[in-house]
């Protein structure tokens, strides 16, 4: 059987206004717990009567036990204060300026990300080799360690980071404040220097919070398929098109993390949503049904 193109859009459509009751569940979730991390993409949608193409962007949002994403008309910093309004905690990002207004919060404690600032040093390795060697092996060992204390509770995992890290890090403070008086600030080593200088308050905080890792690559892997699916796709075709496409891998990347099979899941839940009471809907996000089914969450069939 052959289906229309419109049909098909026209079933997502319909099922992600279900789903997004779930959606907004887990968002809650996030938001009333004490540590999230993010990070956003561009993605081109067609808006306005002449269907011009705006950069939109998409934002995940996770505590890496599941995921939202959302999709917006463009990348402003009231996107991300409006999600995170009410949270209280640890917020994980890269340097970008977008996250100044949902870090200000009083309630808001803004983390950096090592392996951000590592990229930029890496960069300029070829320029100057030995202290930029100097600046990754140091990296190196922020990484080493916290393949150490994955296991540890918080408050154990932050102590042994502070034993092992605290006084390398201060000498490392030391070693780019001195550096930073001799080195162009235009130089790619001058830029990675006046990167890490900036953001150090943030990437120094995983040293007293357990909960928050060094680094945001969870949520940067998060946007990896929505970015190899742009390059099929290019474009959403409208806003509401790609609030759908959010939803969609909010539910299905947030399967992923709980262990779930989606096509089980989507399955058992979609037939149970339209009859859901309020009350209900938190106990239908994947991580709650991974939490009731155990095994049976992945078998790929239906758990009725």
């Not at 306005?48 to 990348?75: C, E, I």
Request: charged share 20%; with cysteine.
């Amino acid at each position: 059987m052959n289906l229309a193109v419109s049909t098909l859009c026209g079933w997502v459509r319909s099922s992600a206004d279900l789903l997004s009751h779930v959606v907004d569940a887990m968002a809650n979730d996030l938001r009333s717990g004490r540590f999230i991390q993010s990070d956003a993409t561009g993605l081109p949608i067609l808006h306005g009567t002449k269907n011009k193409p705006t950069r939109g962007h998409f934002w995940s949002y996770t505590d890496g036990t599941q995921v939202v994403m959302k999709a917006t008309l463009n990348g402003k910093q009231s996107h991300p204060a409006n999600f995170l309004d009410g949270f209280e905690g640890t917020l994980l990002t890269d340097g970008a300026g977008a996250y100044n207004a949902a870090a200000s919060a009083e309630s808001v404690v803004r983390a950096g990300c090592w392996a951000h600032a590592r990229r930029k040093f890496f960069e300029a390795r070829q320029q100057d080799p030995v202290r930029a060697g100097r600046v990754l092996a140091t990296i190196r060992d922020v990484f080493l360690v916290e393949r150490t204390v994955q296991d540890l509770s918080p408050e154990d995992r932050s102590r042994v980071r502070r034993e092992r890290l605290e006084q390398k890090l201060k000498q490392l403070r030391s070693e780019l404040q001195h550096w930073s008086t001799t080195i162009r600030p235009s130089s790619p080593m001058g830029k990675a220097i006046t990167f890490a200088l900036n953001q150090w308050d943030t990437l120094v905080v995983f040293l007293s919070d357990g909960t928050a890792p060094p680094h945001n690559n969870t949520s940067e892997r998060l946007l990896r398929k929505p970015v190899i699916g742009r390059k099929n796709w290019l474009f959403a075709g409208s806003e509401g098109g790609a609030n759908a496409a959010a939803v969609h891998f909010s539910i299905v990347l947030s399967c992923e993390l709980a262990g779930v099979d989606p096509l089980a899941y989507l399955r058992d839940v979609l037939g149970l949503l339209p009859d859901a009471k309020p009350s209900e809907v938190r106990a239908l996000t994947p991580l709650r049904w991974a939490e009731r089914f155990g095994p049976k969450a992945g078998n790929g069939g239906t758990v009725g």
